[in-house]
Every structure is written in structure tokens, then in C-alpha cells.
């Protein structure tokens, strides 16, 4: 297993830079794109790697309740100076061992709390895990949507940018005929030097915000599939606070690790308690010996052979350890009682968490809804100004001031309808409740395709 996991591993390398060098071959889903951060991403790989060491860890304490077996084995020579009357002579003895030695751990309340705390430590690092993936799904989400909203800023702005320099045509053509004051000019040329500057700062922004997602996704010059058309968000469902607050309560990662903490704590306090407690194990033995130390003739070479099987129980009672136990029982139960002070904190956290992430759902699909009226007004009232210039009622600040309020609202409105998307994985992430399933609700709202839900390059046509 841990070799096809280091090929799989090195192969990641050569794999990023086959992609690299052959570049996407078209638009990636938010799915797609999740999938290859769950691969790449060096924050998620490291919780992955986390969760394996602490799942090992935690199988380690099981140890202290198996039996534990032995095999020892030795060899020895020793020069002996004999002296029997009046006869003397040196000689070389020699002695081997072989031993085998199992000992089963009968009563030992210390290592059976060790071993509770091990099944709880495995449990909260998978809640550790599913915290790790989460993140990872509004990582990519964020970092997906910022690309689409990049896109969509600079979009516009080229459009702004056609609009005004159409404006801009308009009033020099004006003041060579005289109908107008160079004062329309010179304003119309301001503008479109404004939006030139802010064209740049559009691109420079997107070149950044795709490179935070190549980077999160593994990916070179990934191309987000963008809304569809007509943008359909999903609704909130179930619409009532309290039902995402009792699914918290229930089922939230983070508060399922603290109070699976206390429970750890508890345990704890049950091993330090144990120092008052006697140990009883059980050992069974047997040994060879060849030749053992006070065995051997004095004046012979004949080997001795010992083999013996042993069985028997060791009771141990600890008496006094200079106040250590008792120490340690009271901190223990100090740090059970913080962890229970952690436990209501994570309780209270996730519940404002799940309050403000509902409430900021419920405002942002609001604020989608006025800002679709807003774009619709802002539409008729920059045809009404261009209208007014043109037969004289209305003067040329008019007409940019109209333009730069209609793309500003348009700006604002594809912003608010990412934070709402957004908003829904937030939520579920707040509640506990978030997955990957999520992602395919969102998956749903992209244009099949990969045509944007509006064409904000082009310039927006206006009567003339």
C-alpha cells in the first residue's frame, strides 16, 4: 500500500507537467476543477497526511492491551583460572541461551483508558478530515467565482469603454458643428481616459485571480465555465434558521472533535487515576540454556543443558509515588473542564456562524432582486439622457454620469449573484452540512456551452 501511494505520488510531477505543457483542452466545470484540487492541493494533501498519522497514532494505544511476545537469545565465553589441590589448569567455557517470553496484560486500567482514547482520537481526526475537505470546496468555489467575476469586471469595462468613446465621438462631431462647448469634449475625454486606467487595473486583477486558481487546481490557464443564461441561482432550502442551527447542534465537525475531546479529557483523568491501582499481568516462558553460570563442572568439559517452561502472574501495587498521581489527577480534571469550556465555545460559535451565513444568504438574494431592478432603471434612465443630449434638455456629464451608473450596477449585480452562490456553500459550511455533493447544485447553474450568461465584451447598442 505505501509503495503504490509513493508511485502515485511521484507520478503527480510528471503528470502537472504534461498538463502544463499541453494546456486545457476547453471550459472546466466548478466539479472538475474540485476534483483536481483534491489531487493537487498541498493544504488538503497535508490534512490527508495529518489524518493518516493520527489514524496510525491512535492504533498505537491498542498495543497496551495485546500480549507482548519476546525471542531472546545470547552467547557468552568465559576463561576460567581452576585450582583443585594441587592441580591447576586454565579452560574456556562456553554457555548459549534461547528464550521465548509472552506477557498478557490482565488488569492494567491505565492502558485500557489509553485504548478508549485512541478509538476517540482516530474519530476526531476524521472530523478533522471532513473540516480539511470543506475548506478545500469554498477554496475552489471562491477562487472559481473570483475568475468569473474578474471576467465579467473586465467585460464590462471594454464595454464602458466602447460606450464612452462612442459618447466621446458624438460631442467632438457636436462642437464641430457648433452645437456644443469643447467643455462636452474635454468632459468625454476624461472619462475615457478614466475607463482606459480602469481597464488596465481589470486585466491586471483577472491575470492574478487566474492565477490563485491554476495554482489551487493544478492546472495551467484553467478556464472557468461560466453562468448561463438566463442566471437561475437556487433557492434556500429549508428556508428556516432553526432547522440549519439543529443540524449544527447534530452533526458539525467541529463540534463532534470537542466533544469527542471531552470525552479524551475524561479518559484521561481515568489514566492518572489508575496510578492508585494495582497491575496484574500474566507471563508464560521457556528457556534453553547451555552450560548455564554455576552449572558447569569444575573439572570437566561436559555441557550442561537447562530447559525450563515458566508460567506465573505478577501483581504490582504502587504505594507512594512522592504526590505525583495525586498532582496529576488534579490537572487532569483542569484539563477536562477546559475542554468542556471548548466544547460550549465551539457550540456558540457555530450557532452565530450559522446565524450570520443564513442571514447574509437571505440579504445577498434580496440584494440580487434589487439590483436587477436597479440595472433595468439604470438602462431606461441612460436612454433618457442620451435622448435629452441629443435634442438639447440634457448636457454631456449627464450622459457619462448615466453610462458609469448603468455599468456600476451591472458590476455589482454579477458580483452579487457569485456572493450568493457562494453564500449557499458558506452556509452549509457553517451548519457542518457542506460536501462535494453541493458543488453539483452550482454545477447546475453553468452554461452548458461555456458561452457567458451575457456577452459583457460587446458594446451595448442605444437608439440613436
Known amino acids: 500500500m505505501n509503495t503504490s501511494r509513493r508511485a502515485a505520488s511521484a507520478s503527480k ?3 502537472l507537467l504534461l498538463a502544463l505543457a499541453a494546456g486545457p483542452a476547453a471550459a472546466q466545470s466548478l466539479v472538475a476543477l474540485y476534483q483536481s484540487a483534491r489531487s493537487y492541493d498541498a493544504v488538503y494533501q497535508g490534512a490527508r497526511a495529518q489524518y493518516d498519522a493520527s489514524v496510525a497514532r491512535a492504533a498505537q494505544a491498542r498495543a497496551g492491551v495485546l500480549p507482548v511476545v519476546n525471542l531472546t537469545a545470547g552467547a557468552s565465553f568465559t576463561e576460567q583460572d581452576v585450582s583443585a589441590g594441587n592441580a591447576a589448569f586454565t579452560r574456556g567455557v562456553s554457555s548459549r541461551n534461547v528464550g521465548i517470553n509472552l506477557i498478557q496484560p490482565l488488569y492494567r486500567p491505565a492502558n485500557w483508558a489509553a485504548y478508549e482514547q485512541g478509538k476517540r482520537q482516530e474519530e476526531i481526526a476524521s472530523a478533522q478530515l471532513t473540516l480539511a475537505e470543506q475548506d478545500l470546496v469554498v477554496r475552489v468555489s471562491q477562487a472559481y467565482f473570483d475568475v468569473l467575476a474578474s471576467q465579467d469586471s473586465l467585460g464590462l ?3 464602458q ?6 459618447q466621446l465621438a458624438f460631442a467632438k462631431r457636436n462642437f464641430e458643428v ?8 474635454r468632459e468625454a475625454q476624461a472619462r475615457y481616459d478614466l475607463v482606459i486606467a480602469q481597464e488596465i487595473a481589470a486585466e ?5 485571480k487566474k492565477l490563485v486558481l491554476d495554482q489551487l487546481v493544478g492546472l495551467a490557464g484553467s478556464v472557468p465555465v461560466p453562468l448561463a443564461a438566463p442566471v ?10 432553526g432547522t440549519w442551527l439543529a443540524q449544527a447542534e447534530a452533526a458539525h465537525p467541529a463540534i463532534v472533535q470537542a466533544a469527542l475531546a471531552v470525552e479524551v479529557a475524561t479518559l484521561e483523568v481515568r489514566k492518572a487515576e489508575a496510578g492508585h491501582k494495582p497491575t496484574i499481568d500474566a507471563q508464560l516462558g521457556y528457556n534453553v540454556s547451555t552450560n548455564p553460570p554455576g552449572n558447569s563442572p569444575s573439572a570437566s568439559t561436559d555441557k550442561v543443558r537447562v530447559a525450563g517452561a515458566s508460567i506465573g502472574v505478577v501483581f504490582n501495587m504502587p504505594l507512594y509515588a512522592g504526590f505525583a498521581t495525586e498532582n496529576r489527577v488534579r490537572e487532569t480534571l483542569a484539563l477536562e473542564d477546559q475542554s468542556r469550556a471548548a466544547l460550549e465555545n465551539a457550540r456558540r460559535s457555530v450557532s452565530v456562524s450559522t446565524r450570520a451565513a443564513f442571514l447574509g444568504l437571505v440579504s445577498g438574494a434580496s440584494q440580487v432582486k434589487a439590483l436587477e431592478a436597479a ?3 439604470s438602462q431606461v434612465a441612460l436612454d433618457a439622457n442620451r435622448m435629452g443630449y441629443r435634442v438639447g434638455v440634457r448636457i454631456n456629464i449627464d450622459v457619462l454620469n448615466a453610462q458609469s451608473q448603468l455599468y456600476q450596477t451591472k458590476r455589482d449585480l454579477a458580483q452579487a449573484r457569485y456572493n450568493v452562490l457562494l453564500g449557499d456553500l458558506r452556509l452549509r459550511q457553517a451548519n457542518g452540512s457542506l460536501t462535494a455533493d453541493a458543488l453539483a447544485a452550482l454545477n447546475a447553474t453553468l452554461a452548458t456551452d461555456g458561452k457567458p450568461a451575457v456577452d459583457s465584451a460587446a458594446p451595448v447598442a442605444h437608439p440613436r
Open 13 to 15: 510531477p510528471l503528470a
Open 232 to 241: 437561475v441561482l437556487p433557492g434556500l432550502a429549508p428556508g428556516d434558521v
Open 375 to 377: 440595472e433595468a432603471s
Open 178 to 185: 457648433g452645437t456644443s462647448t469643447i467643455t462636452d469634449a
Open 157 to 159: 469595462v471594454r464595454a
Open 161 to 166: 469603454k466602447a460606450a464612452v468613446a462612442e
Open 204 to 208: 491586471n486583477d483577472l491575470q492574478v
